[in-house]
């Protein structure tokens, strides 16, 4: 088997695989690159393949960093399934559309300022995609079910592992050949941080030749649980207690919104929470819940009884989903008591930015950050504490209170890594560390030769190995 790496080699984003047996050649994962001028770039940049030639696709999860070019696949010529969790499948029924839709949106702005400033010159931008394409890559998706060989192609077959990273995530177990020429390599996926809400824990996986993990927290130990949602029940109690204040809480529509609801109804089940109004103003968010609820098969213990719970009671949390835009616009008018859960997670776009406008102002208001926050993003810039931010061309006073709770996050830290590593019941022949900034990816591969005695290295973008 051949396996060349085609991103998040040395970085987080553009997660792609590309694999070549005797027989087939296939991808895992078609992530689009995330963050600045030269991730657009690489997104653009031709395929390092015909499309045409691959015979199929498997993802890990609905992340778009993992599938966020499957719609230019499509468009430039790729005909096979695509094969991922069912839940994975239903997420990217709206996760494809709208980062078309965003695409669509950014080229559209992008060629109406070039038109004002009469840069005749150049020529229009074309999207990187559009709903139409995305909506027709949708077609390919192919759902498999966790734990069972599937047969993808001649000689090549796919087994799905939880991997507790968001709802549908998997860790991909890949066996081609037979008999003494039988191989396995293991894609880790993103792996998530064992006790994280709603999703299980990250499955074991017994054994690979060769096997590819991410070390996007190789190096760091995440703050834990209890001590975040202490955090959490502090910074609510605090500001619902203060007469006019609400709780604004900048969250990504899918998984971190989902993560967040089931937390806050579990702190309301323990009688740690007082009665709560939670507005949650994203359509997004409302769709991702709705397929993670109709998902339940997933959860872990915790989370399903959390929603035993809430579908029985006879009282708070009263969790609002706020559709049209009358009704967002409404809450800008509540003067205390309500928590207002909205996208985007780093306040740089959508509806959050209302909710901000109308309450960063009020010392009896608090922003609650719950994810990270990329440099150069109004999120940002709010946790590094600024007196004075712009929204919509205004300036805002910056007076409520900005929490920053650590904790939350869907990936595992060094030590989840480690455990999750350590299950293996032999060493692979070599373990290719991936998706990490490469101090993060570094840091885990020591970690891995020095505590396991595992060959460890870090592929390069575009490097080729025999697997
Ligand atoms: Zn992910």
């Not at 998040?8 to 895992?28: D, I, K, M, N, P």
């Not at 996760?95 to 020529?123: C, F, G, S, V, W």
Request: charged share 25%; glycine share 10%; net charge neutral.
């Amino acid at each position: 088997m051949k396996l060349t790496f085609l991103g998040a080699a040395g970085e987080v984003t553009g997660s792609c695989y590309l694999v070549e047996t005797e027989r087939a050649r296939f991808l895992v994962d078609c992530g689009m690159f995330q963050g600045g001028q030269d991730a657009a770039r690489k997104n653009r940049q031709a395929f390092d393949f015909d499309p045409g030639s691959l015979e199929f696709v498997t993802l890990t999860h609905a992340h778009i960093d993992h599938s966020g070019l499957l719609p230019r696949l499509c468009a430039q010529g790729f005909r096979g399934p695509v094969y991922a969790t069912a839940a994975t499948c239903d997420l990217l029924s709206v996760m494809l559309p709208d980062a078309a839709h965003i695409q669509e949106k950014e080229a559209e702005h992008a060629n109406y300022t070039r038109r004002r400033e009469r840069r005749r010159a150049a020529r229009d931008t074309a999207p990187l995609y559009t709903v139409a394409q995305a909506q027709s890559a949708l077609g390919r998706l192919r759902p498999l079910a966790y734990e069972q060989d599937f047969e993808a192609a001649s000689g090549v077959r796919l087994h799905f592992r939880d991997a507790g990273h968001i709802l549908g995530s998997a860790s991909i177990e890949l066996r081609a050949g037979t008999g003494a020429r039988a191989r396995s390599v293991v894609f880790s996926g993103d792996l998530g941080q064992p006790g994280h809400p709603i999703v299980r824990d990250p499955a074991p996986v017994p054994e690979a030749d060769v096997l590819l993990v991410e070390s996007t927290y190789g190096n760091r130990l995440h703050k834990g649980m209890p001590e975040t949602l202490g955090e959490l029940t502090h910074a609510i109690i605090d500001t619902l207690g203060r007469k006019g204040g609400n709780v604004i809480v900048p969250a990504f529509s899918v998984g971190r919104t989902q993560d967040l609801l089931f937390l806050l109804a579990d702190l309301t089940r323990q009688g740690r929470l007082p009665e709560l109004d939670i507005y949650v103003d994203s359509p997004m968010a409302a769709a991702a819940t709705e397929i993670t609820l109709k998902h339940r098969e997933l959860f872990d213990p915790e989370a399903a009884a959390t929603l035993r719970w809430f579908a029985k009671r006879n009282g708070p949390p009263r969790v609002n989903f706020v559709e049209d835009v009358a009704e967002s616009i409404r809450l800008n008018d509540l003067k205390g008591g309500a928590l207002i859960i909205s996208a985007s997670g780093m306040c740089d776009a959508g509806r959050i930015k209302y909710h901000l406008k109308y309450n960063l102002g009020r010392p009896e208001c608090t922003v609650l950050i719950t994810g990270f926050q990329a440099a150069g993003t109004l999120g940002r810039r709010l946790v590094d504490g600024a007196k004075l931010v712009k929204i919509f061309g205004q300036e805002i006073p910056v007076r409520a209170d900005i929490y920053t709770i650590g904790g939350l996050s869907a990936h595992a830290d060094q030590a989840g890594l480690l455990h999750w590593l350590k299950q293996f019941r032999r060493a692979p022949e070599h373990t290719y560390v991936v998706h990490g900034e490469s101090g993060n990816a570094m840091a885990l591969a020591e970690k891995i030769r020095a505590e396991l005695g595992w060959r460890a290295t870090l592929p390069e973008r575009g490097e080729s190995v025999t697997a």
